[in-house]
């Protein structure tokens, strides 16, 4: 990753923490909130492939771990694991088209709120699984699903201005 892209990258994250502190309890529909970094993790995997992925997923799942209320290095790791994951599809993003950004932001949401509900449970949480699956993970990843349409060719382009992503023009 170039010093242009890191620092991109790291804007990229300070803002969505940000966002999700300030922004995302006012987009609650449902009683779910979207996940912003999330978000970014996913367009960087995406964008500059799977080590940038995991160190992006790093930094926001600690950010988000001291920004909230659960252990501490939860989020670190679910989001580590989801950023390499993700960005392990570099290569196949297709800009233009939608639905592999759609598709992996859709998977990437329910793979992070399943680990880290399975993360709280191993911890000692007394959390119904089932409830907590229905009622919040599938919720909120069909939100973040698309959030990503709207959000992943802007955060593209920001974090990755030396290679040209139009929008989304085709069907797939």
């Known amino acids: 990753m170039t010093g242009e892209r890191a620092w991109s990258a790291a804007a990229a994250l ?8 300030v922004v995302a309890p006012h987009l609650r529909v449902a009683g779910v909130v979207p996940s912003f970094p ?8 995406l964008v500059q492939g799977a080590s940038a992925g995991a160190a992006a997923g790093f930094v926001a799942g600690l950010l988000l771990d001291l920004l909230g209320s659960g252990p501490i290095g939860a989020w670190a790791l679910v989001l580590t694991l989801v950023g390499y994951t993700a960005g392990l ?35 000692g949480g007394e959390l119904p699984f089932w409830r907590s699956l229905v009622s919040v993970v599938l919720p909120r990843g069909m939100y973040n699903a698309v959030l990503a349409l709207v959000v992943y060719p802007w955060l ?12 989304f023009r085709r069907v797939a």
């Open 89 to 123: 599809l570099e290569a196949n993003v297709f800009a233009e088209g939608w639905l592999l950004p759609f598709t992996v932001a859709l998977l990437a949401g329910l793979a992070a709120e399943l680990l880290y509900l399975l993360v709280l449970i191993v911890l």
């Open 38 to 45: 999330l978000l970014v993790v996913i367009t960087l995997a």
């Open 14 to 21: 300070l803002l969505a923490a940000l966002a999700q502190v």
């Open 156 to 167: 593209a382009r920001a974090v990755r201005p030396d290679r040209q992503i139009r929008s």
